[in-house]
């Protein structure tokens, strides 16, 4: 198994024996992190990891990485004399020997794809996934900040202006060239082809954070998890071509972004907001969490009850507070918690999931909800003890 680690290292581990080594080391490309010194938190780092449909036949890997400016970037919405705070970069990686016990990424066969200026540290996406297509998709947040605004941020909001790539889901081929700067292709069944104020790349856009999304193995199903900003966490199922409504709304809510005060959800009045917008199959207030966490619909055979069930979590239940959550939708489109009892019922802030060959998961958690220290864990989840409707 491959684990990303946010501060810059991906792991090669055992999954019998739980022995690891390093596959590839990033730490140098990253920006410092922590957003207060070393030891706080930070949303940049090393946040995306995917392996090419045909890695079997060419060795091609890819990262999203969150780096110092370094020149020009591909997409920007910083207004002139004005600096990102950071650039998002997504790398492809090459393995020269594959079926060796030691294989490890040649560190000198990086190829950058595309460079994006962000302009806060916070709600960069990063979760990179070969679709069924084999087409490779990119989730990029907002840009930051709060509410969607500010430095960066379009007069209406970056999640609900196409002509940029933040808030969106990006769709593309790697192995191409017909991009703007010759790196990649763009599909040309992709949505927003040719259409005026559209970047072309973007499959789906109107997001506020979409941190983590997967792809059903079984049915191709697309999941994405938003991170919401005051009120809502949602999950919403991919669309081509799909508008998710943030910064218009928030979850199945209308949002008010309340000028330099904090925003805030309502019910919509009829007419508010465009009626082509996507509301979520799912969601859920911070009563039970502050920030949606990603996972994987279930395929495995250890627990029959929850397989076809689309398992996530959160990140915690109030910041620094280390009580992630773990929750379940099932094929009724049912929303159920469950709580971890081994090897401690507490402590874990939730970080990201996995999934193995044979459809099992396992949840990546740390006692710090920073990108630092040794307290990173692997979970295997192994069975469904006790069933708890919301709460």
């Known amino acids: 198994m491959f684990v990303t680690d946010q501060s810059g290292v991906i792991w090669a581990i055992q999954a019998n024996s739980g022995r690891k080594r390093i596959f590839l080391v990033l730490s140098d490309r990253l920006v410092n992190l922590g957003i207060a010194g070393p030891g706080t938190y930070d949303e940049r780092g090393l946040l995306g990891l995917a392996f090419h449909s045909d890695y079997g036949q060419n060795g091609l890997i890819y990262t999203y990485t969150s780096e110092p400016v370094n020149g020009a970037a591909d997409f920007s919405t910083i207004p002139p004399g004005a600096s990102a705070n950071h650039q998002s970069v997504i790398l492809e990686w090459h393995v020269p020997a594959l079926c060796g016990p030691h294989a490890t990424v040649d560190p000198t066969s990086a190829r950058e794809l595309m460079r994006i200026d962000q302009p806060q540290f916070n709600h960069n996406g990063g979760a990179l996934n070969f679709g069924p297509d084999g087409r490779l998709y990119i989730s990029l947040g907002d840009g930051g900040a709060a509410d969607d605004q500010g430095l960066g941020h379009s007069p209406d909001g970056n999640g609900q202006d196409p002509s940029n790539v933040l808030g969106s889901i990006l769709r593309i081929d790697p192995l191409g060239s017909n991009s703007a ?182 949840v990546l958690a740390n006692r710090t909800g920073t990108p630092f220290g040794d307290t990173g864990v692997v979970l295997r989840i192994q069975q469904v003890v006790k069933k708890v409707r919301g709460r």
């Open 181 to 362: 700067n010759g790196h990649y292709s763009i599909p040309n069944d992709n949505p927003f082809i040719g259409l005026p104020g559209y970047v072309p790349e973007i499959f789906a856009y109107g997001f506020r954070n979409p941190f983590r999304f997967s792809f059903d193995a079984k049915t191709g199903t697309m999941f994405i998890a938003d991170v919401g900003q005051n009120d809502i966490e949602e999950i919403d199922i991919g669309m081509p071509g799909g508008n998710y409504g943030w910064n218009l709304k928030e979850g199945s809510f209308c949002f008010n972004p309340n000028g330099d005060s904090s925003g805030f959800v309502t019910e919509c009045a009829p007419g508010q907001v465009p009626e082509d917008l996507i509301d979520p199959v799912a969601e859920y207030d911070h009563d039970e969490g502050i920030a949606v966490i990603g996972g994987f619909v279930y395929r495995g055979r250890r627990i029959q009850p929850l397989r076809g069930s689309y398992v996530f979590g959160d990140f915690s239940r109030s910041f620094f507070g280390n009580n992630g959550r773990l929750f379940y939708l099932d094929q009724d489109g049912k929303l159920f918690g469950f709580r971890i009892v081994s090897p401690t019922p507490v402590g874990y802030t939730m970080l990201g999931f996995g999934q193995d060959n044979s459809g099992e998961l396992y």
